[in-house]
């Protein structure tokens, strides 16, 4: 637990150590992180079966991909033609997905997820928000409408869940085309999730696949209740080639993977257990090099996003079997805390310098990104890290070189459109403990505010909220800095002794004059909040 507290009595730190640890450790267990297996759409769009759905599961199981994390086996659109019966139920295609094993009934999706299950896997399902599904839009396979759900919201989760599915992808093909509200869509699905987890005991991870067209980074954290979730911030890397008809190999570009990084860039809206979700992954399929798989990998590992294999696994070579499941690569990804890296000086134009908070006090991963067609001299410093000392350890993670006692900054010469990956270990800076200076109270809730926030530099910086929510729901509250728009933050409960979320936000006024603001629904309480106190430049 990162913790140098200012305005403390050296006691009460060490007793604060102590508790928040203890508190760190026991909601560690409960954090939904971001979700890592594999996703068909990218390589088998509409034609994925039962047959197809199997080897990807056998290689996962095999290939130590499972072992490193990758346990979802995610079916995308394509698996269902938009059959109902006279009752509203989804017809399956008993062809596409028979009995696996005998006294087994076609056409029964619980079949293919207790496959899944048996390799101690777990199963993920698609539909849509709307009547219409992607599938409306294929680039590989027949064009299928009507599979979407709504209309059989609460119908459909239950039937989910019933078969068993952990996980279930709302896409917004059938949405967008109605001109929905996502907000109020979600809201209403969300709601129709948590009553069959109710009905069936059966957890379903949500995943929000509206792909950023209406700012899901500032509605989709605990949409209608939801206890965890992804939004989707941008379109797929690999678009939908409707118009040239059959495809064997889905094309992948460096400057798309680019494009969706910079689109998930919404630091503001990430936190603990919440996930922008730059869409799965490409890693592995036609286009891309070993190099450009590393950057890829590194990329999503930064932002905290999920670690979703588009490519076939049956067809993934040694080497990039070896780079997804390089374990302190997934450690980065899938840090607790659960924030994004934030983006923290610039050596000249198309030269970043990316910055993760992670866990381990005083640790940072950093990325040093060329993006220029040239080779370039890159440099960190510890202070732009909010590191206090003038020595640090820095661990190269492609390479595996670890460096010790390096002084004041880390330099190298960065490949054009390439990056090296960091993790450096340095002093901690100071955080800065705060109390509600006052809370205003109504019948709908209250507004806690903290005021005389310091800053050295304009920047995104970690904050950790302390609060209680005494209900049995994930309650939302909205968070404003200064004059910024607000941002809803989900407060799963925390029964009696209380919790904590961190998140990042932009303190964009220097010395002791930003104040953060808190809108709770009622029955919850933010009690404190610890404020990183930056030391870097800034972007």
Not at 134 to 142: A, L, V, W
Not at 228 to 248: C, E, K, L, S, Y
Not at 343 to 366: C, Y
Not at 434 to 443: G, L, M, Q
Request: glycine content about 8%; charged content about 20%; proline content about 5%.
């Amino acid at each position: 637990m990162k913790r140098i507290f200012q305005f403390l009595p050296l006691l009460i730190v060490v007793g604060c150590f102590q508790f928040l640890a203890a508190a760190q450790a026991s909601r560690a267990a409960r954090i939904a992180l971001p979700p890592m297996g594999w996703s068909s759409w990218n390589s088998f769009s509409n034609t994925i079966n039962s047959a197809i759905t199997v080897a990807q599961a056998n290689a996962l199981h095999s290939s130590g991909l499972q072992k490193a994390g990758y346990v979802y086996v995610n079916i995308d659109e394509g698996w269902w033609v938009g059959e109902r019966d006279s009752a509203g139920n989804i017809v399956v295609d008993p062809k596409a997905w028979p009995a696996i094993e005998p006294g087994e009934r076609a056409g029964d999706m619980s079949n293919i997820v207790r496959y899944i299950h048996s390799l101690g896997l777990k199963a993920g399902i698609y539909t849509d928000a709307g009547k219409d599904g992607c599938s409306m839009y294929p680039d590989i396979g027949p064009a299928y409408f009507h599979t979407g759900s709504e209309g059989h919201y609460e119908q459909d989760f239950l039937q989910f869940a019933r078969w068993g599915f952990d996980y279930v992808k709302v896409d917004w093909c059938g949405g967008a085309k109605e001109n929905l509200d996502p907000d109020f869509q979600y809201g209403e699905i969300a709601r129709a999730i948590a009553r069959a987890e109710k009905i069936t005991g059966r957890k379903l991870y949500f995943s929000i696949c509206e792909w950023g067209k209406d700012s899901p980074f500032t509605w989709a954290p605990g949409v209608g209740g939801a206890d965890q979730a992804i939004w989707r911030t941008g379109g797929d890397i690999v678009a939908p080639v409707v118009a040239a008809g059959p495809h064997t190999e889905r094309k992948v570009s460096l400057e798309n993977m680019l494009r969706n990084f910079d689109r998930n860039y919404h630091p503001e809206a990430q936190h603990t257990g919440y996930y922008n979700d730059a869409d799965m992954m490409v890693v592995g399929m036609p286009s891309l090099n070993a190099a450009q798989n590393r950057l890829h990998l590194a990329l999503w590992a930064m932002a905290g996003a999920p670690l979703l294999i588009g490519a076939d696994v049956t067809a993934l070579d040694a080497a990039t079997l070896a780079d997804l499941t390089n374990p302190e690569l997934i450690a980065i990804d899938q840090n607790p805390l659960g924030l994004e890296a934030v983006k923290v000086a610039e050596n000249g134009p198309g030269l970043e310098v990316w910055s993760k908070f992670l866990s381990a006090d005083g640790e940072r991963a950093v990325l040093l990104l060329n993006r220029t067609y040239f080779p370039a001299p890159m440099s960190v410093r510890w202070k732009d890290l909010g590191l206090t000392g003038s020595e640090a350890t820095v661990r190269e993670v492609w390479t595996e070189k670890t460096s010790a006692g390096i002084k004041d900054k880390y330099e190298a010469t960065v490949p054009p459109q390439d990056a090296v990956l960091l993790l450096v270990n340095g002093t901690e800076g100071l955080f800065a403990h705060y109390t509600p200076d006052a809370t205003d109270k109504d019948s709908d809730g209250s507004e806690t505010r903290f005021s005389g926030i310091a800053a050295s530099a304009a920047t995104f910086v970690p904050v950790r909220i302390e609060y209680r929510n005494p209900t049995v729901e994930t309650r939302i509250a909205a968070l404003r800095v200064n004059e910024q728009a607000s941002t809803r933050i989900a407060l799963p409960p925390t029964g009696a002794n209380g919790s904590s979320v961190w998140i990042q936000v932009r303190l964009d006024r220097h010395e002791n004059s930003n104040r953060i603001r808190f809108t709770e629904p009622a029955n919850v309480r933010i009690e404190s909040i610890e404020v990183n106190q930056a030391t870097g430049a800034g972007m």
